[in-house]
């Protein structure tokens, strides 16, 4: 019997994209490019549907509740996007399932994209700000809690939250009895090592 997705089942969807790399590099000529791409999503997203999931389903509400898990999963923090971001991403993914069907997958790269790019600012942003100039301050507050804040409006609200950020990261190495040029550094790397995983990360694992 069919029955109706979930949006957590919806993110185990993408889940199975992924997986399916390497059910594909099993089933094809090893010879062959195995890398899963565009034109691979619209077969495992239908395969998916036929078996799992009833037509009706598969609707405007869903299309809607995708890019708000994609956004979740890798800005649940509200620390990278900006809100003009989220209302893009909105505006893309309108129709998103014809669009994979016709093997365009425009709205996914535009996501990467924008995702990248804000996460290289914020990193360019603390190293800088845990430059030579930086004080801490024992005194700073912030919302953690991603339930009880919006996402900046801008590039200046960004920075502003994100200073507290590094203060509150900075924070909790000191609170282990590491001095503060080694908290800075400890801080610092975990930046350098966001950017790396970002370097490395490549249209297939969007996919």
Request: glycine residues 2%; positive net charge; charged residues 35%.
């Amino acid at each position: 019997m069919k029955r109706s997705i979930s949006v957590l089942q919806w993110v185990m969807v993408t889940i199975i994209f992924l997986g399916a790399q390497g059910l594909w590099a099993q089933t094809k000529d090893p010879n062959k490019d195995l890398r899963l791409s565009c034109e691979h999503l619209s077969y495992i997203q239908e395969s998916y549907v036929k078996n799992h999931i009833s037509v009706s389903a598969v609707d405007k509400n869903l299309e809607k509740r995708i890019h708000k898990q994609m956004v979740k999963l890798l800005d649940g923090s509200k620390i990278y996007f900006y809100q003009s971001d989220i209302a893009k991403f909105k505006k893309e993914f309108s129709g998103v399932f014809k669009q994979l069907k016709l093997r365009k997958c425009g709205a996914l790269q535009n996501f990467k994209n924008v995702y990248f790019k804000r996460v290289k600012e914020r990193v360019e942003f603390a190293k800088a700000y845990l430059g030579k100039k930086f004080k801490f301050n024992k005194k700073t507050e912030l919302i953690l809690s991603s339930d009880d804040r919006e996402y900046p409006k801008n590039k200046k609200a960004a920075q502003e939250f994100q200073k507290k950020y590094v203060q509150y990261q900075v924070s909790s190495y000191l609170s282990i009895d590491k001095s503060l040029k080694e908290s800075k550094e400890l801080v610092s790397r975990s930046y350098d090592r966001l950017e790396r995983r970002i370097r490395e990360m490549s249209n297939e694992d969007l996919y």
